[in-house]
């Protein structure tokens, strides 16, 4: 059964000079707008239905930035009675309602939305993410590996959406350099709050990738020399720059590396240790 406002598999029925048309089920035989290359009557195709601004059903293969039940930071094209339009990708904007937004927007901003189905199921978009997404768990365990979106930011963070389901906060502190809000990225939980909210880490924090920091700080030295202009006192976005780590996972690495006795650490530089050298031509 054909769903509205969502993707579906169709068949092309019927191919004139100027239009194409799939079948519609009980809606009949519909246009199919926004073909990629060559079509067959018979060929089945992936395209989404929708009602056009006349509120005739119309197929198009035109791709959206995001669906239903997913999140997006989507470009505001215009403002209407109802609402403020975003660009997803489709030839028919979607709506931001007045009730569903937060601040002031203007034409040209981008906003953070969540997209969902009004009670027509038409697609809507809303700001208030809290109104459709969880902020507290007990589905996610820490060390959980997880994919995330940055939603925004505040003075203690970056609101990050986990899973297209959760909400979860990254720490200004567990960061390296500022993230971009509408960013993807993997991400691991790092705690469950007694209170059931998620911290967030995007630096993993199992031995296993410690050991591959650790591994690759050694062949940085081995690659200059034996000494790497790089320190605990080295300032952030200069340790990222180079090793594409935060600082705390930096220090992490070459504190366990000094322990081993690999490496000597100066307030300019790290070096490696004599023995080491030693050790490998044994």
Same mark, same amino acid.
């Given at each position: 059964m054909l769903k509205l406002y969502h993707r579906n598999q169709l068949t092309i029925t019927e191919i004139k000079e100027y239009s194409v048309y799939v079948d519609g089920g009980e809606y009949g035989p519909i246009p199919l707008r926004d073909i990629e290359g060559d079509v067959q009557i018979g060929e089945r195709v992936d395209a989404y239905v929708h009602l056009d601004s006349a509120d005739e059903v119309v197929a198009t293969m035109a791709q959206a930035i995001a669906e239903i039940g997913e999140c997006a930071y989507l470009k505001v094209v215009s403002? +209407? %009675?109802?609402?403020? $339009?975003?660009?997803?990708?489709?030839?028919?904007?979607?709506?931001?309602? $007045?009730? =569903? &937004?937060?601040? *002031?927007?203007?034409? +040209? %901003?981008?906003? $953070?939305?969540? @997209? $969902? &189905?009004?009670?027509r199921q038409r697609p809507l978009a809303s700001m208030k993410l809290h109104r459709y997404l969880d902020e507290e768990n007990d589905d996610l365990e820490a060390g959980d590996a997880v994919d995330l979106m940055i939603a925004s930011e505040s003075e203690l963070g970056y609101k990050a959406v986990i899973n297209n389901e959760f909400l979860g906060l990254i720490y200004h502190g567990e960061l390296a350099r500022p993230l971009d809000i509408?960013?993807?990225?993997?991400?691991?939980? *790092? =705690?469950?709050?007694? %209170? +059931?909210? @998620? #911290?967030?880490? @995007?630096?993993?924090?199992? +031995?296993?990738?410690? %050991? &591959?920091?650790?591994?690759? @700080?050694? &062949?940085?030295? =081995? =690659? #200059?020399g034996g000494r790497l202009n790089l320190s605990d006192k080295s300032p952030p976005d200069l340790i990222y720059s180079v090793c594409q780590v935060s600082k705390k996972n930096f220090k992490r690495a070459i504190g366990s590396l000094y322990k081993q006795r690999l490496i000597s650490i100066s307030p300019e530089f790290i070096e490696l240790v004599a023995d080491k050298e030693e050790g490998d031509k044994d």
């Open positions: 403002s +209407g %009675d109802r609402g403020t $339009f975003l660009d997803w990708g489709l030839p028919k904007d979607l709506l931001l309602p $007045f009730s =569903e &937004q937060l601040g *002031k927007i203007r034409d +040209g %901003d981008h906003c $953070f939305v969540y @997209i $969902f &189905q009004d009670e509408g960013a993807k990225m993997k991400g691991w939980v *790092k =705690e469950i709050r007694d %209170d +059931g909210k @998620i #911290n967030l880490n @995007i630096n993993s924090l199992r +031995g296993e990738a410690r %050991d &591959q920091l650790e591994e690759s @700080i050694l &062949q940085k030295l =081995e =690659e #200059n």
